[in-house]
């Protein structure tokens, strides 16, 4: 294990909530991921609804290297200490001339994890800019806690839940978190941060892939799982993921298919709680 963040890049990411950009991938490791990534796309008939856009390092070999990449483990690592967990990991793209964004949210909102020590790397696969609708974050947000959120029906809005936070732009300051193909950006929980419609003439690729160290646990009932990527879990507050192995695709896929209906479980779990709680969403 060594050392990526600076002081200083450990301090904005303190104060900010995020720090970016990460050098990470080589031109051609991102090329064979972004082949890989659309191989399983054409798999599924083209794209990845429903549970595939989710947790794909069970049952993908590439995926589970993206997230296990040393560089990238050492750079959380810097954050959030050297035992770490995988608890979740999206495949978010963003077609060019589509409609499709994402509201302003806080990824903590649904997650039900304590303490909020939860850390997103996102790497992008495809040039993630201004003009494709890259990542833009209220810097400092982080620090104001949650914030209420409510539901808005928008079929065009990449978050299912429709989960919605109201934010003056103006008023707050965004910083854009554009990244290169290969680079990565880091940011808190519960840091507010959204992304707007795809402008560009490629489709936006990127892997947000959610870490957190091994005491933080999760309020549902459910016991969900997560992958221990680096270091030892001595608090079992889940239960452990196996990486995908070389010829067992279908034990693969059975772990994912489980790993998902756990979520899945666990996310109406948490919105029950919400609701009973008073919350709008």
């Not at 970016?20 to 798999?43: G, H, I, N, T």
């Not at 302003?104 to 992008?124: C, K, N, R, V």
């Not at 929980?189 to 489709?203: E, F, K, V």
Request: hydrophobic fraction near 35%.
């Amino acid at each position: 294990m060594s050392r990526v963040l600076s002081d200083a890049a450990i301090k904005q990411y303190r104060d900010k909530g995020y720090f970016a950009p990460v050098p990470c991938l080589s031109a051609p490791e991102v090329a064979q991921y972004r082949k890989s990534l659309e191989a399983m796309e054409f798999d599924h008939g083209g794209g990845l609804q429903g549970i595939y856009q989710f947790k794909p390092h069970i049952h993908q070999r590439w995926a589970y290297d993206v997230a296990t990449n040393s560089t990238v483990l050492d750079a959380v690592s810097d954050i959030i200490g050297p035992n770490i967990l995988i608890i979740q990991y999206t495949i978010w793209v963003k077609e060019p001339g589509s409609a499709s964004f994402v509201s302003w949210h806080q990824d903590g909102t649904y997650f039900g994890l304590s303490p909020f020590e939860h850390i997103t790397a996102w790497m992008a696969l495809s040039p993630s800019n201004r003009e494709t609708g890259c990542v833009e974050v209220i810097p400092g947000s982080h620090l104001k806690g949650p914030r209420a959120a409510y539901r808005v029906e928008n079929a065009d809005n990449m978050l299912k839940t429709g989960q919605h936070i109201d934010v003056d732009p103006a008023a707050e300051g965004v910083d854009y978190l554009a990244l290169e193909p290969g680079e990565f950006s880091l940011h808190h929980t519960i840091l507010l941060h959204n992304s707007q419609p795809n402008r560009g003439a490629d489709r936006r690729i990127g892997l947000g892939i959610s870490y957190i160290p091994t005491h933080v646990a999760c309020s549902s009932p459910t016991k969900v799982t997560a992958m221990l990527a680096r270091g030892v879990d001595t608090h079992r507050n889940f239960e452990l993921e196996t990486p995908p192995e070389p010829g067992r695709p279908l034990e693969a896929l059975q772990n994912h298919a489980h790993a998902m209906q756990v979520w899945n479980q666990s996310r109406q779990e948490q919105l029950k709680m919400r609701e009973s709680a008073g919350a709008k969403v």
